[in-house]
Protein backbone atom coordinates (compact mmCIF):
# COMPACT_ATOMS: atom_id res chain seq x y z
CA UNK A 1 0.00 0.00 0.00
CA UNK A 2 1.28 3.68 -0.63
CA UNK A 3 1.53 5.86 1.87
CA UNK A 4 -0.14 9.46 1.23
CA UNK A 5 0.79 12.44 2.65
CA UNK A 6 -1.10 15.75 2.30
CA UNK A 7 0.23 18.71 0.92
CA UNK A 8 -1.67 22.16 0.00
CA UNK A 9 -1.39 23.48 -3.29
CA UNK A 10 -2.31 27.81 -3.57
CA UNK A 11 -4.49 28.78 -6.73
CA UNK A 12 -4.27 32.49 -6.29
CA UNK A 13 -8.15 33.01 -7.46
CA UNK A 14 -7.49 36.30 -9.95
CA UNK A 15 -10.00 37.85 -11.89
CA UNK A 16 -13.06 37.11 -9.36
CA UNK A 17 -16.68 38.45 -10.41
CA UNK A 18 -18.31 40.98 -8.21
CA UNK A 19 -20.45 38.49 -6.85
CA UNK A 20 -18.21 35.67 -6.56
CA UNK A 21 -16.14 38.39 -4.41
CA UNK A 22 -19.37 39.23 -2.72
CA UNK A 23 -20.35 35.93 -1.86
CA UNK A 24 -17.01 35.10 -0.45
CA UNK A 25 -17.33 37.65 1.35
CA UNK A 26 -20.54 37.53 3.22
CA UNK A 27 -19.38 33.73 3.79
CA UNK A 28 -16.02 34.66 5.82
CA UNK A 29 -17.93 36.81 8.06
CA UNK A 30 -20.67 34.38 8.61
CA UNK A 31 -17.66 31.83 9.20
CA UNK A 32 -16.26 34.59 11.22
CA UNK A 33 -19.98 34.51 13.61
CA UNK A 34 -19.50 31.10 14.05
CA UNK A 35 -16.13 31.28 15.37
CA UNK A 36 -17.70 33.36 17.51
CA UNK A 37 -20.04 31.55 18.66
CA UNK A 38 -17.57 28.70 19.74
CA UNK A 39 -15.63 30.89 21.30
CA UNK A 40 -18.47 32.02 23.48
CA UNK A 41 -18.87 28.63 24.66
CA UNK A 42 -15.76 27.78 25.56
CA UNK A 43 -15.69 31.30 27.82
CA UNK A 44 -18.52 30.12 29.39
CA UNK A 45 -17.42 26.85 30.40
CA UNK A 46 -14.23 28.56 31.57
CA UNK A 47 -15.51 31.14 33.62
CA UNK A 48 -18.62 28.68 34.90
CA UNK A 49 -16.24 25.65 35.62
CA UNK A 50 -18.23 23.56 33.44
CA UNK A 51 -17.19 20.70 30.81
CA UNK A 52 -15.43 22.24 27.61
CA UNK A 53 -17.37 21.84 24.64
CA UNK A 54 -16.75 19.29 22.32
CA UNK A 55 -17.33 18.17 19.04
CA UNK A 56 -20.56 17.42 18.86
CA UNK A 57 -21.35 20.54 21.52
CA UNK A 58 -20.58 22.84 18.83
CA UNK A 59 -21.66 20.84 16.35
CA UNK A 60 -25.40 21.20 17.48
CA UNK A 61 -24.49 25.20 19.06
CA UNK A 62 -23.62 25.85 14.86
CA UNK A 63 -26.35 23.51 12.94
CA UNK A 64 -28.35 25.81 11.03
CA UNK A 65 -27.83 28.67 12.29
CA UNK A 66 -24.97 30.44 9.65
CA UNK A 67 -25.09 31.16 5.68
CA UNK A 68 -22.64 28.04 4.95
CA UNK A 69 -23.02 25.21 4.00
CA UNK A 70 -23.29 22.65 6.87
CA UNK A 71 -19.91 20.97 6.42
CA UNK A 72 -18.27 24.59 5.98
CA UNK A 73 -19.73 25.30 9.15
CA UNK A 74 -18.31 21.91 11.49
CA UNK A 75 -15.15 23.03 9.75
CA UNK A 76 -15.00 25.95 11.63
CA UNK A 77 -15.69 24.09 14.92
CA UNK A 78 -12.77 21.77 13.87
CA UNK A 79 -10.45 24.62 13.41
CA UNK A 80 -11.48 26.09 16.73
CA UNK A 81 -10.88 22.60 18.68
CA UNK A 82 -7.87 22.17 17.11
CA UNK A 83 -6.78 25.61 18.35
CA UNK A 84 -7.61 24.65 21.93
CA UNK A 85 -6.19 21.63 21.71
CA UNK A 86 -2.63 23.77 20.29
CA UNK A 87 -2.91 26.06 22.91
CA UNK A 88 -3.97 23.71 25.81
CA UNK A 89 -0.16 21.74 24.85
CA UNK A 90 1.36 24.78 24.49
CA UNK A 91 0.56 25.62 28.22
CA UNK A 92 1.02 22.36 29.54
CA UNK A 93 4.68 22.45 28.45
CA UNK A 94 5.39 25.55 29.88
CA UNK A 95 3.94 28.43 27.66
CA UNK A 96 2.04 30.08 30.29
CA UNK A 97 1.38 33.17 27.79
CA UNK A 98 -0.53 30.93 25.51
CA UNK A 99 -4.20 31.89 25.91
CA UNK A 100 -6.86 29.92 25.02
CA UNK A 101 -9.21 31.63 21.80
CA UNK A 102 -10.58 34.33 23.15
CA UNK A 103 -10.61 37.49 20.02
CA UNK A 104 -13.63 38.15 18.07
CA UNK A 105 -13.57 37.14 14.51
CA UNK A 106 -14.75 39.54 11.80
CA UNK A 107 -13.61 37.36 8.93
CA UNK A 108 -12.63 33.10 8.61
CA UNK A 109 -11.95 31.16 5.95
CA UNK A 110 -14.44 29.10 4.15
CA UNK A 111 -13.69 25.52 4.38
CA UNK A 112 -15.20 23.04 2.74
CA UNK A 113 -13.95 19.25 2.56
CA UNK A 114 -13.66 17.26 0.00
CA UNK A 115 -17.27 15.63 -0.17
CA UNK A 116 -18.60 19.08 -0.48
CA UNK A 117 -17.11 19.83 -3.22
CA UNK A 118 -17.84 19.69 -6.99
CA UNK A 119 -15.99 19.31 -10.08
CA UNK A 120 -17.76 20.21 -13.03
CA UNK A 121 -15.99 19.66 -16.65
CA UNK A 122 -13.41 23.54 -16.33
CA UNK A 123 -15.24 24.53 -12.68
CA UNK A 124 -15.22 24.04 -9.24
CA UNK A 125 -18.50 24.42 -7.59
CA UNK A 126 -18.05 25.23 -3.94
CA UNK A 127 -22.01 25.15 -1.62
CA UNK A 128 -22.94 27.89 0.19
CA UNK A 129 -25.74 25.30 1.90
CA UNK A 130 -29.25 24.97 0.71
CA UNK A 131 -31.07 28.15 -1.00
CA UNK A 132 -27.54 30.27 -1.45
CA UNK A 133 -25.95 30.34 -4.60
CA UNK A 134 -22.62 28.34 -4.72
CA UNK A 135 -19.36 29.77 -5.39
CA UNK A 136 -17.96 29.00 -8.57
CA UNK A 137 -14.52 29.00 -9.61
CA UNK A 138 -12.09 28.19 -12.82
CA UNK A 139 -10.74 24.91 -12.37
CA UNK A 140 -6.98 24.30 -12.62
CA UNK A 141 -5.69 21.91 -14.85
CA UNK A 142 -4.02 19.82 -11.76
CA UNK A 143 -7.18 19.37 -9.80
CA UNK A 144 -8.13 15.95 -10.74
CA UNK A 145 -10.81 14.98 -8.56
CA UNK A 146 -12.84 16.52 -5.37
CA UNK A 147 -10.37 17.62 -2.72
CA UNK A 148 -10.50 19.44 0.42
CA UNK A 149 -10.09 23.34 0.21
CA UNK A 150 -10.09 26.80 1.75
CA UNK A 151 -10.40 29.89 0.41
CA UNK A 152 -8.34 32.80 1.95
CA UNK A 153 -7.69 36.45 2.37
CA UNK A 154 -4.10 37.19 1.27
CA UNK A 155 -4.47 40.68 2.18
CA UNK A 156 -5.58 41.88 -1.14
CA UNK A 157 -7.28 38.99 -3.07
CA UNK A 158 -8.89 35.20 -2.56
CA UNK A 159 -6.57 32.54 -2.65
CA UNK A 160 -7.69 28.49 -2.79
CA UNK A 161 -5.81 26.36 -0.67
CA UNK A 162 -6.45 22.81 -1.88
CA UNK A 163 -5.00 19.18 0.00
CA UNK A 164 -3.39 17.27 -2.04
CA UNK A 165 -2.05 13.75 -1.63
CA UNK A 166 1.38 13.06 -2.20
CA UNK A 167 3.10 9.71 -2.44
CA UNK A 168 5.25 8.92 0.03
CA UNK A 169 8.28 6.94 -0.59
CA UNK A 170 8.78 4.10 1.04
CA UNK A 171 10.83 4.09 4.06
CA UNK A 172 14.98 4.25 4.06
CA UNK A 173 16.92 1.53 4.56
CA UNK A 174 19.39 2.03 7.82
CA UNK A 175 21.37 4.23 6.40
CA UNK A 176 23.31 7.15 7.55
CA UNK A 177 22.08 9.42 9.89
CA UNK A 178 22.39 13.16 9.64
CA UNK A 179 22.07 16.26 12.31
CA UNK A 180 20.56 20.02 11.07
CA UNK A 181 21.94 22.95 12.66
CA UNK A 182 19.24 25.95 12.08
CA UNK A 183 20.38 29.25 11.96
CA UNK A 184 19.81 32.68 10.14
CA UNK A 185 22.67 33.55 8.36
CA UNK A 186 22.60 29.97 6.87
CA UNK A 187 19.38 28.33 7.67
CA UNK A 188 20.66 24.74 7.37
CA UNK A 189 23.89 22.94 8.54
CA UNK A 190 23.70 19.78 8.16
CA UNK A 191 26.68 16.47 8.59
CA UNK A 192 25.76 12.95 8.20
CA UNK A 193 27.68 10.57 10.12
CA UNK A 194 29.42 9.60 6.55
CA UNK A 195 31.63 12.85 7.06
CA UNK A 196 29.82 15.06 4.65
CA UNK A 197 28.17 18.16 5.02
CA UNK A 198 26.15 20.27 3.63
CA UNK A 199 25.37 24.53 4.16
CA UNK A 200 22.67 26.21 2.53
CA UNK A 201 22.96 30.17 2.95
CA UNK A 202 20.07 32.08 5.02
CA UNK A 203 21.16 35.30 3.08
CA UNK A 204 18.64 35.57 0.72
CA UNK A 205 15.68 35.30 3.01
CA UNK A 206 17.55 37.57 5.63
CA UNK A 207 17.86 40.28 3.23
CA UNK A 208 14.32 39.61 1.86
CA UNK A 209 13.10 40.54 5.57
CA UNK A 210 15.30 43.50 5.87
CA UNK A 211 13.81 45.21 2.49
CA UNK A 212 10.19 44.11 3.78
CA UNK A 213 11.15 45.95 7.12
CA UNK A 214 11.99 48.89 5.44
CA UNK A 215 9.32 48.95 3.22
CA UNK A 216 7.09 48.89 6.40
CA UNK A 217 9.39 51.81 7.99
CA UNK A 218 8.75 54.09 4.93
CA UNK A 219 4.97 53.61 4.43
CA UNK A 220 4.41 53.65 7.67
CA UNK A 221 5.74 57.23 8.26
CA UNK A 222 4.03 58.37 4.76
CA UNK A 223 0.48 57.07 6.37
CA UNK A 224 1.21 59.13 9.55
CA UNK A 225 0.57 62.15 7.16
CA UNK A 226 -2.28 61.37 6.25
CA UNK A 227 -6.23 61.44 7.20
CA UNK A 228 -7.16 57.55 8.07
CA UNK A 229 -8.99 56.23 5.43
CA UNK A 230 -8.79 58.92 2.87
CA UNK A 231 -7.75 57.76 -0.75
CA UNK A 232 -3.59 58.31 -0.61
CA UNK A 233 -4.34 56.36 2.71
CA UNK A 234 -6.14 53.32 0.99
CA UNK A 235 -3.46 53.80 -1.65
CA UNK A 236 -0.42 53.31 1.00
CA UNK A 237 -2.17 50.74 2.81
CA UNK A 238 -2.68 48.81 -0.85
CA UNK A 239 0.28 49.04 -1.70
CA UNK A 240 1.87 47.68 1.49
CA UNK A 241 -0.02 45.00 1.50
CA UNK A 242 0.74 44.28 -2.23
CA UNK A 243 4.48 44.26 -1.46
CA UNK A 244 4.31 42.51 1.94
CA UNK A 245 2.72 39.43 0.30
CA UNK A 246 5.02 39.40 -3.02
CA UNK A 247 7.87 39.42 -0.40
CA UNK A 248 6.57 36.75 2.12
CA UNK A 249 5.85 34.57 -0.98
CA UNK A 250 9.34 34.95 -2.19
CA UNK A 251 10.76 33.95 1.66
CA UNK A 252 8.25 30.81 1.33
CA UNK A 253 10.17 30.01 -1.75
CA UNK A 254 13.36 30.11 -0.66
CA UNK A 255 12.45 28.47 2.58
CA UNK A 256 11.26 25.54 0.69
CA UNK A 257 13.90 25.35 -1.91
CA UNK A 258 16.63 25.46 0.84
CA UNK A 259 14.68 22.91 3.14
CA UNK A 260 14.67 20.55 -0.21
CA UNK A 261 18.01 20.60 -1.12
CA UNK A 262 18.70 19.54 2.66
CA UNK A 263 16.34 16.67 2.10
CA UNK A 264 18.06 15.56 -1.28
CA UNK A 265 21.57 15.91 0.14
CA UNK A 266 19.85 13.36 2.74
CA UNK A 267 18.79 10.65 -0.06
CA UNK A 268 22.10 11.02 -2.29
CA UNK A 269 23.66 10.14 1.24
CA UNK A 270 21.30 7.34 2.05
CA UNK A 271 20.53 9.64 5.49
CA UNK A 272 17.80 6.96 6.97
CA UNK A 273 17.22 9.32 10.68
CA UNK A 274 17.65 13.20 10.87
CA UNK A 275 17.96 15.05 13.82
CA UNK A 276 16.77 18.33 13.54
CA UNK A 277 17.83 21.32 16.17
CA UNK A 278 15.63 23.35 18.10
CA UNK A 279 17.12 26.79 18.36
CA UNK A 280 14.26 27.09 21.23
CA UNK A 281 15.74 29.91 23.98
CA UNK A 282 18.27 31.32 21.78
CA UNK A 283 15.43 34.30 20.25
CA UNK A 284 14.86 34.91 24.07
CA UNK A 285 18.76 36.87 24.86
CA UNK A 286 18.60 40.57 24.75
CA UNK A 287 20.86 41.98 21.81
CA UNK A 288 20.18 45.16 20.30
CA UNK A 289 17.34 46.31 18.30
CA UNK A 290 18.53 45.18 15.18
CA UNK A 291 19.49 42.28 16.58
CA UNK A 292 16.36 41.45 18.29
CA UNK A 293 14.14 42.34 15.54
CA UNK A 294 16.47 39.75 13.64
CA UNK A 295 16.22 37.22 15.97
CA UNK A 296 12.18 37.52 16.57
CA UNK A 297 11.51 37.73 12.69
CA UNK A 298 13.69 34.14 12.13
CA UNK A 299 10.90 31.69 11.63
CA UNK A 300 12.75 28.38 12.71
CA UNK A 301 9.44 26.39 13.82
CA UNK A 302 8.67 26.85 9.80
CA UNK A 303 12.35 25.30 8.97
CA UNK A 304 11.53 22.53 11.52
CA UNK A 305 7.97 22.16 9.75
CA UNK A 306 9.39 21.78 6.06
CA UNK A 307 12.07 19.25 7.09
CA UNK A 308 9.64 17.45 8.80
CA UNK A 309 7.08 17.22 6.28
CA UNK A 310 10.36 16.79 3.53
CA UNK A 311 11.86 14.10 5.11
CA UNK A 312 8.53 12.07 5.58
CA UNK A 313 7.78 12.54 2.03
CA UNK A 314 11.59 10.91 1.39
CA UNK A 315 11.12 7.98 3.84
CA UNK A 316 13.23 9.19 6.22
CA UNK A 317 12.65 9.12 9.79
CA UNK A 318 13.10 12.81 11.97
CA UNK A 319 13.05 13.74 15.04
CA UNK A 320 13.40 17.46 16.70
CA UNK A 321 15.64 18.23 19.93
CA UNK A 322 17.38 20.61 21.56
CA UNK A 323 20.53 22.26 20.30
CA UNK A 324 22.14 23.54 23.49
CA UNK A 325 25.82 24.23 23.85
CA UNK A 326 26.26 22.43 20.56
CA UNK A 327 27.76 25.73 19.02
CA UNK A 328 30.31 26.35 21.71
CA UNK A 329 31.87 23.57 21.88
CA UNK A 330 35.21 22.04 20.22
CA UNK A 331 34.39 18.68 18.20
CA UNK A 332 38.07 17.46 18.62
CA UNK A 333 39.14 18.17 22.26
CA UNK A 334 35.43 20.23 23.92
CA UNK A 335 37.14 23.39 24.87
CA UNK A 336 34.17 25.61 25.23
CA UNK A 337 34.61 28.71 23.31
CA UNK A 338 31.70 31.42 21.31
CA UNK A 339 32.90 32.04 17.84
CA UNK A 340 32.55 35.67 16.70
CA UNK A 341 32.99 35.15 12.79
CA UNK A 342 31.70 32.05 10.96
CA UNK A 343 34.58 30.18 11.73
CA UNK A 344 35.50 28.20 14.42
CA UNK A 345 38.99 28.30 15.55
CA UNK A 346 40.49 26.30 18.90
CA UNK A 347 42.84 28.00 20.78
CA UNK A 348 43.51 24.95 22.50
CA UNK A 349 43.91 21.99 19.90
CA UNK A 350 43.97 24.66 16.97
CA UNK A 351 40.83 22.84 15.05
CA UNK A 352 39.04 25.70 12.71
CA UNK A 353 36.02 24.35 10.94
CA UNK A 354 32.82 26.35 9.69
CA UNK A 355 30.97 27.47 12.53
CA UNK A 356 27.46 25.91 11.36
CA UNK A 357 29.28 22.48 10.84
CA UNK A 358 30.75 22.96 14.47
CA UNK A 359 27.30 22.95 15.93
CA UNK A 360 25.61 20.36 13.54
CA UNK A 361 28.41 17.63 14.09
CA UNK A 362 28.02 18.51 17.74
CA UNK A 363 24.82 17.45 17.81
CA UNK A 364 25.25 13.44 16.70
CA UNK A 365 25.90 13.33 20.70
CA UNK A 366 22.86 14.55 21.78
CA UNK A 367 21.17 12.38 18.91
CA UNK A 368 22.29 9.51 18.42
CA UNK A 369 24.81 9.21 21.09
CA UNK A 370 28.15 9.24 18.95
CA UNK A 371 30.39 12.00 17.59
CA UNK A 372 31.74 10.91 13.64
CA UNK A 373 34.92 13.15 13.02
CA UNK A 374 34.49 16.44 11.21
CA UNK A 375 34.35 16.67 7.75
CA UNK A 376 36.76 17.45 5.59
CA UNK A 377 36.36 20.61 3.64
CA UNK A 378 36.62 18.91 0.16
CA UNK A 379 33.43 17.45 1.78
CA UNK A 380 31.21 19.95 1.80
CA UNK A 381 29.12 21.10 -0.48
CA UNK A 382 28.02 25.00 -0.11
CA UNK A 383 24.42 26.26 -1.62
CA UNK A 384 21.83 29.09 -2.19
CA UNK A 385 18.43 27.94 -2.06
CA UNK A 386 17.63 27.92 -5.74
CA UNK A 387 20.40 27.31 -7.07
CA UNK A 388 20.44 24.36 -8.91
CA UNK A 389 24.28 23.59 -9.24
CA UNK A 390 26.07 21.92 -6.25
CA UNK A 391 29.39 23.88 -5.49
CA UNK A 392 32.29 21.69 -3.63
CA UNK A 393 34.03 24.32 -1.05
CA UNK A 394 37.18 24.84 -2.74
CA UNK A 395 39.45 28.12 -3.70
CA UNK A 396 36.79 29.03 -6.70
CA UNK A 397 33.75 28.54 -4.62
CA UNK A 398 34.49 30.10 -0.51
CA UNK A 399 31.85 29.57 1.92
CA UNK A 400 29.70 32.42 3.62
CA UNK A 401 32.40 34.27 5.84
CA UNK A 402 30.21 37.26 6.51
CA UNK A 403 32.04 39.74 4.40
CA UNK A 404 30.88 40.67 0.56
CA UNK A 405 33.25 39.09 -2.05
CA UNK A 406 32.45 38.17 -5.67
CA UNK A 407 32.17 34.50 -4.02
CA UNK A 408 29.49 35.17 -1.22
CA UNK A 409 27.37 38.37 -2.39
CA UNK A 410 23.61 36.96 -1.38
CA UNK A 411 21.62 36.15 -4.60
CA UNK A 412 18.25 36.15 -5.18
CA UNK A 413 17.44 39.38 -3.98
CA UNK A 414 14.87 40.06 -6.57
CA UNK A 415 13.89 36.16 -7.20
CA UNK A 416 11.10 36.74 -8.92
CA UNK A 417 9.27 33.14 -8.70
CA UNK A 418 5.64 33.71 -10.12
CA UNK A 419 3.98 32.42 -7.16
CA UNK A 420 0.13 31.58 -9.06
CA UNK A 421 0.63 28.08 -7.80
CA UNK A 422 2.37 26.89 -4.68
CA UNK A 423 2.87 23.99 -2.45
CA UNK A 424 3.16 24.28 1.34
CA UNK A 425 2.80 21.76 3.95
CA UNK A 426 0.04 21.20 5.36
CA UNK A 427 0.14 22.91 8.86
CA UNK A 428 -0.53 20.04 11.56
CA UNK A 429 -2.13 21.13 15.25
CA UNK A 430 -1.05 24.67 14.69
CA UNK A 431 -4.58 25.75 14.99
CA UNK A 432 -5.01 26.35 11.64
CA UNK A 433 -6.53 22.50 10.70
CA UNK A 434 -6.87 22.77 6.84
CA UNK A 435 -9.32 20.62 5.00
CA UNK A 436 -7.94 17.10 4.80
CA UNK A 437 -9.98 14.29 3.67
CA UNK A 438 -8.12 12.68 6.23
CA UNK A 439 -9.61 14.12 8.91
CA UNK A 440 -12.75 13.62 7.07
CA UNK A 441 -15.97 14.04 9.76
CA UNK A 442 -18.37 11.70 10.94
CA UNK A 443 -21.16 13.64 9.34
ZN1 LIG B 1 39.86 22.10 20.47
Redesign the pocket.
Given at each position: MVEVAQTVRIEVLTGLSRKTSRIIRNGQIEAGKVWGVCRDALKVAMTEHGKWPNRDALQKLTKGRFGLHSQSAQMVCHAFLANVDTARQLRQSGRKDIRYPYKDKRFYSLMWPAQAMALDGKRIVLPMGRGRESIVLPRPEWLAQPSACKIVWNRIGYELHVTVGTEIESAMAAGAQATVDLGQIHQCAVTTSTRKGLIVSGRGIRSEKRRLNQMHGSIAAKMTRCIKGSRRWKKLSRARNGYALRAERRIRDLRHKGTRQVIDFCRHNKVSSLYIGNPDGVRSRRSGRHHNQRMSQWEYGRDIDYLTHKSRQAGISSFSGTERGTSSR?P????KHKPSGRVWA?K????TGHRDLVGSINMHEIAFGEKPTFPVSKEVTYLRPGTAARRVLDRSSRPDTGHRSSASRPVLLHGSQDATTDTVRAPQGTGHILASPSEALPL
Open positions: CECGHCVCGF
